[in-house]
């Protein structure tokens, strides 16, 4: 059974810093291409981060590029979200999503979930 079980949010202060961790259970990781999504109250979900298998090649989000860093760890089955200089609008519940073989801006796309973490920042 696959799993994928987020952890890493909380408040924050605007211009303050997290790292959210994904950890993935029941799969080959290296197989998946990895994803962050977010989720504000009455939006729909929105892509924020994905990596490739070999974590040599990353796609942002322009709300989150040069603010937020994607990255992961194979031997550690785990993906992680490094977000600096966060923002009142970051505030959200993030999810990450597994992807056979490539990555994906759409939700779509992905075969996997977690079941989300909550960002909240503060101003």
């Known amino acids: 059974q696959v799993q994928l079980v987020e952890s890493g949010g909380g408040l924050v202060q605007a211009g303050g810093s997290l790292r959210l961790s994904c950890a993935a259970s029941?799969?080959?990781?290296?197989?998946?291409?990895m994803g962050w999504f977010r989720q504000a109250p009455g939006k729909e979900r929105e892509f924020v981060a994905a990596?490739?298998?070999?974590?040599?090649?990353?796609y942002y989000a322009e709300s989150v590029k040069g603010r937020f860093t994607i990255s992961r760890d194979n031997a550690k089955n785990t993906v992680y979200l490094q977000m600096n200089s966060l923002k009142p609008e970051d505030t959200a519940v993030y999810y990450c999503?597994?992807?056979?073989?490539?990555?994906?801006?759409?939700?779509?796309?992905?075969?996997?979930w977690g079941q989300g973490t909550q960002v909240t920042v503060s101003s």
């Open positions: 999503g597994a992807k056979r073989m490539s990555i994906a801006t759409t939700m779509n796309a992905y075969d996997y």
């Open positions: 029941g799969l080959t990781f290296n197989s998946f291409g």
């Open positions: 990596i490739i298998r070999s974590g040599s090649g990353t």
